[in-house]
């Protein structure tokens, strides 16, 4: 049944006369959605880009925040003789969503001032890419009157009625298409362009901003698209702007208050920082009105802060942050390229003396082995290193790597170190030279799939400290710390490598220990998971003095701060389990072995600390009871939710009480039984893999009624949302 306020306020677009022509300023759109549009929902929990407004004719339409700092998720723009209005998801314009008041309205509102103030003569939603095409067309449908009809591509843009408005996703399209979508609007077309510029960024292969279709249209006239994610408010929604100033939230605005202040009030400071962050993100090489400013506004600003630990970089100093932030641009725009040092070398990774020696080696690489190869070398920051590959090999689809932290923590409040200071270069040459602004171990990245062998040579850096457990000795451990003074150093097993500064292992009398228990560890992890125990390639630990998420987390590698350094490298910590470091070492560890054909919605978290809980048992000596899972506030969590009847989101709101459940299942029956279901899940085909959220939950259920021989589909039962059918025994007794 048609919603009768669907009709009646998006019926205005077509009912709606005309008395002369609206103003063309998007201010009168922001006038209108002012007085008659509501905050605006988006469908599914999707999460809209953002859009940067650059254009004296574009303002912002809606807000949301990205870490707290307003950022607009709508913007329209006058654009010569057409207009435009840009929106950062389509979920904004699906059915159930375009149904509430507000959605409506602005929908309204939007093609009205793109039409001009007439009657749109036609609505053309560009189509078959995408759910949005389809789901504007079903609602736009429900309207009397209001003619839609499907354009299929850009080359008949040129043959559309005066007047008529397109609604497309640009980034479907290739750069030439997106220069016919910008002829259309120049020469007074209208265009609702939906654009995800986080997805684009995805799906296009992380390629720079600078190449989104959506940007080469669009960007001429003052709106680009970025790769920030933006949260809705409290409430859950997103705000519609009004007509006030706002300062900071365009290019114009941001640059002249920075221009007239060194230091900002922080919610001014972050708001115009990153609105210019995101501006030097997306702007094309050849700009001549943004990028002289901004260039002028930070030439000598990297010379007068550097961001460290003690003296972290904050919002408020908008120059030295936009600094920064332009010199990694253009670094990461051609990291081949000999580059000077940077002062902010000297917070992380560190710089060797100069004293000591450099050298070129012969590195021998196994290309069965995926991943990183260390070198043993630290390169300097600012000192050219070459590396050689031998003929045939540039074909190999080898890298090379300076730095071992994968962390960018561009977006954080504070800098305590630069934002970044990791980089890979493709091999594609035999020869290639380079020097790092900011240095760091030297590695050869190798892709999965590789064969044979070959041997790179590296040079000049300074020779690193590395233990080799099997290989190096007490003796050449002692020479090494003598020897090889390089800021940073590895402790490498078979199974894992762990990268930390040097000043942390000076101490260090014998590494043996330590990685004899991360050895036990990384066997614990694989046996429970059901992989083999000799991996193709060792995990990676790597402390840093700032991490771009949490307090550690896990991925290749496994980040930990420098604050941990204490007890990660005391062998006696970890096989006591007592300090909650431990369980936090055991829970990254534990992320990377997960399997999410049995990780179903609301349980990242908990089925994780299986491998937590098994390597405090195995490890440690401590039952879960010993653990955080003994406590009292966990037993009352449970007989809470019980006496509530069980409901699922409560279950799953909770992590530890979530992991109560699975607890009472290994104090009945052990490990064993989880070791054999989660071996069965690593040979399922694909035909046999849960199909959905439901089905990894059924699944559980029968897996492990069959392993263990009893019925336990009652008590899995607890974990179903209203409305799913129960979990029953297969009635042919089959592996679901």
Request: charged content about 25%; some cysteine; overall charge positive.
């Amino acid at each position: 049944m048609k919603s009768p306020f669907m009709k009646r306020t998006i019926l205005a677009v077509c009912t709606v006369l005309a008395v002369s022509c609206v103003a063309r300023s998007v201010d009168a759109l922001r006038g209108n959605l002012s007085r008659k549009a509501r905050p605006i929902a988006i469908g599914g929990g999707a999460v809209p880009g953002c859009v940067v407004i650059a254009g004296e004719d574009a303002a912002p339409l809606a807000f949301g925040r990205v870490n707290g700092v307003k950022a607009p998720v709508a913007a329209g723009a006058a654009y010569d003789k057409g207009r435009v209005v840009a929106v950062t998801h389509h979920g904004f314009m699906e059915g159930d969503v375009m149904r509430k008041r507000g959605n409506a309205a602005f929908l309204r509102e939007c093609l009205m001032w793109l039409a001009g103030g007439f009657p749109p003569a036609e609505i053309y939603v560009e189509g078959g890419r995408g759910r949005m095409a389809a789901a504007a067309v079903e609602v736009l449908k429900e309207v009397k009157g209001l003619r839609v009809k499907q354009l299929h591509g850009y080359d008949a843009l040129s043959s559309l009625p005066a007047g008529a408005v397109v609604i497309t996703m640009p980034d479907s399209h290739s750069k030439e298409d997106a220069a016919r979508l910008a002829e259309f609007i120049r020469g007074g077309g209208g265009v609702l362009a939906v654009v995800v510029g986080w997805g684009w960024h995805q799906v296009s292969g992380e390629r720079p901003f600078t190449e989104s279709p959506f940007n080469v249209a669009l960007g001429p006239a003052g709106i680009y698209s970025c790769g920030a994610c933006v949260e809705a408010g409290n409430d859950g929604v997103y705000e519609v702007a009004g007509t006030d100033d706002l300062p900071g939230l365009s290019a114009e605005s941001a640059l002249e208050l920075a221009e007239g202040s060194r230091v900002m009030p922080p919610a001014l400071g972050a708001r115009c920082l990153f609105m210019l962050e995101t501006l030097a993100e997306v702007l094309p090489s050849t700009d001549t009105k943004w990028r002289p400013r901004m260039e002028a506004l930070t030439k000598s600003a990297l010379k007068d802060i550097v961001p460290s630990p003690s003296r972290p970089l904050g919002r408020t100093r908008v120059r030295e942050r936009l600094a920064y932030t332009l010199f990694q641009n253009a670094w990461l725009a051609k990291p081949e390229r000999e580059w000077p040092a940077s002062a902010a070398a000297a917070s992380y990774p560190g710089v060797p003396d100069k004293d000591l020696r450099r050298e070129t080696r012969d590195v021998d690489i196994d290309l069965a082995v995926p991943r990183w190869h260390g070198t043993g070398l630290f390169a300097a920051a600012g000192e050219p290193i070459t590396v050689t590959l031998a003929d045939g090999a540039e074909k190999l689809g080898l890298r090379v790597r300076v730095g071992s932290t994968h962390c960018r923590v561009t977006n954080h409040n504070d800098w305590r170190r630069a934002p970044v200071v990791d980089v890979e270069i493709p091999l594609k040459k035999t020869t290639t030279k380079f020097s790092s602004p900011f240095g760091g171990l030297v590695y050869i990245v190798v892709p999965h799939g590789a064969e044979g062998k070959t041997t790179v040579k590296v040079g000049p850096a300074c020779p690193a400290a590395r233990f080799v457990d099997g290989v190096d000795t007490l003796e050449t451990w002692v020479a090494q710390l003598r020897e090889r003074r390089a800021p940073m150093v590895e402790l490498e097993s078979e199974c894992l490598v762990i990268t930390v500064p040097y000043a942390s292992v000076q101490n260090l009398a014998d590494p043996r220990p330590l990685l004899q228990v991360w050895r036990e560890i990384m066997a614990n992890d694989a046996k429970l998971t059901g992989i083999p125990v000799k991996r193709a390639s060792p995990e990676r630990i790597c402390a840093d003095v700032q991490l771009c998420a949490g307090y550690m987390h896990a991925g290749y590698p496994i980040m930990m701060p420098t604050s941990c350094l204490r007890n990660l490298l005391s062998e006696p910590t970890i096989r006591a389990g007592a300090v909650d470091d431990v369980w936090g070492f055991f829970h990254e560890m534990g992320h990377n072995h997960q399997n999410y054909d049995w990780t179903f919605n609301g349980t990242t978290e908990v089925t994780v600390n299986f491998f937590t809980l098994a390597c405090m048992e195995r490890i440690c000596g401590r039952k879960p009871r010993q653990t955080k899972m003994g406590s009292a506030d966990v037993q009352q969590a449970y007989a809470r939710w019980e006496k509530a009847g069980h409901p699922y989101d409560m279950w799953k709101g909770d992590p530890f009480l979530a992991l109560e459940f699975f607890v009472r299942l290994r104090e009945r029956y052990g490990w064993e039984p989880f070791k054999k279901m989660f071996a069965e899940y690593r040979k399922l085909t694909p035909a046999e893999r849960p199909k959905n959220d439901y089905e990894k939950r059924q699944q559980w259920a029968r897996r492990f009624s069959r392993i263990v021989g009893e019925d336990l589909c009652e008590q899995f039962n607890r974990l179903r949302n209203p409305g799913e059918p129960p979990f029953t025994p297969p009635q042919d007794g089959g592996q679901k």
